[in-house]
């Protein structure tokens, strides 16, 4: 069982995740665990199968990157679908094991939460591990994307949150900034700052 | 710094005098006012315009930044709180702001998005 587990995160680790906007075709890589199969095809589809999201944020360790489909030059004008697919990326994966957040940053990504403020990417993740909470879910009400200088998007994204099961929603509102990878396409999140909202 | 004299420089311009705002943004401008898209200095100025009277509480502001990645940009994360027209119940708001520097202290706004909070 160990072995396989460190074939499955090579495996992922070396192809990425890839939230595409169309059917990935996965068959070579089908021979492995099923989990495999059921992730991609969960992901290249229109299904948001919870169950599925939680097998990736398990198997990604070393490196799970948001990655979408098409060219260089289809990036700027992608930025919408872009902002919308991370934003639900960023918050199923947040919501279900968010130890697999800390993927999304480098090391020199930015986050403020609340008014603290915390650069790198295993600081973010120790940050965001280390809330005073055990289960939250997040609804968002509202994403707007923007294409940012220097080649990046800017997404702000607003909505609700729950904390351990509680009835009483918080608001929320939350800015990421995102650029694109070195070498590979896809994106990290350079900026990002969170805030709750008081009436 | 500088966010904070920016931020005290366009809500007073805003809730003052909104034709004077055309001033902070280039035609690669973009504002995205509740969801709707306005594009260079004109048309983002009308928008502000068109609000009628708004006031913004500037002092309860709360206002975050990051730099971004290249040094000539920064964002600029602001809530808070405004009133439209003179007896409007105070509503909680948001915006961010991703400013760009053309010069020593010289900078304009690249991108702008607004959302009422409910």
């Known amino acids: 069982k160990g072995d396989s587990m460190a074939t499955r995160l090579h495996l992922a680790a070396s192809i990425m995740l890839s939230l595409a906007l169309h059917v990935v075709s996965t068959s070579s890589l089908s021979s492995c665990e099923g989990g495999h199969v059921r992730v991609f095809s969960c992901l290249g ?145 350079y900026n990002d700052v969170f805030r709750l909202n008081y009436g | 710094e500088v966010a904070k004299a920016f931020i005290n420089h366009f809500y007073s311009t805003l809730d003052s005098n909104p034709s004077a705002l055309a001033g902070l943004y280039q035609p690669t401008s973009v504002l995205t006012f509740e969801g709707t898209k306005f594009e260079g200095p004109e048309a983002i100025m009308k928008k502000y315009c068109d609000l009628g009277e708004v006031a913004h509480n500037v002092p309860m502001l709360t206002t975050e930044v990051q730099m971004s990645v290249n040094a000539q940009s920064m964002l600029i994360f602001v809530t808070g709180q405004l009133k439209i027209g003179a007896t409007g119940n105070p509503l909680l708001f948001s915006q961010v702001f991703q400013l760009v520097s053309t010069g020593p202290g010289a900078y304009y706004v690249h991108n702008d998005m607004f959302r009422l909070l409910y």
């Open chain 1, 45 to 189: 589809g229109q299904r948001r199968d919870k169950s599925c999201l939680k097998d990736l944020s398990a198997l990604v360790g070393e490196q799970p990157t948001l990655r979408l489909r098409g060219g260089s030059d289809q990036q700027a004008s992608n930025f919408e679908e872009i902002g919308k697919a991370f934003v639900s990326h960023y918050y199923s994966i947040f919501d279900s094991n968010r130890a697999g957040l800390q993927g999304l940053y480098q090391d020199m990504s930015m986050l403020t939460f609340e008014g603290e403020k915390i650069q790198g990417a295993a600081a973010i993740g120790q940050k965001l591990t280390s809330l005073p909470f055990q289960t939250v879910k997040h609804e968002v009400v509202t994403v707007d994307s923007q294409p940012a200088a220097g080649g990046g998007v800017l997404v702000f994204a607003c909505g609700n949150l729950k904390v351990d099961g509680s009835e009483n929603p918080m608001k929320f509102s939350q800015v990421f900034c995102l650029m694109p990878l070195q070498g590979v396409q896809g994106y990290f999140c």
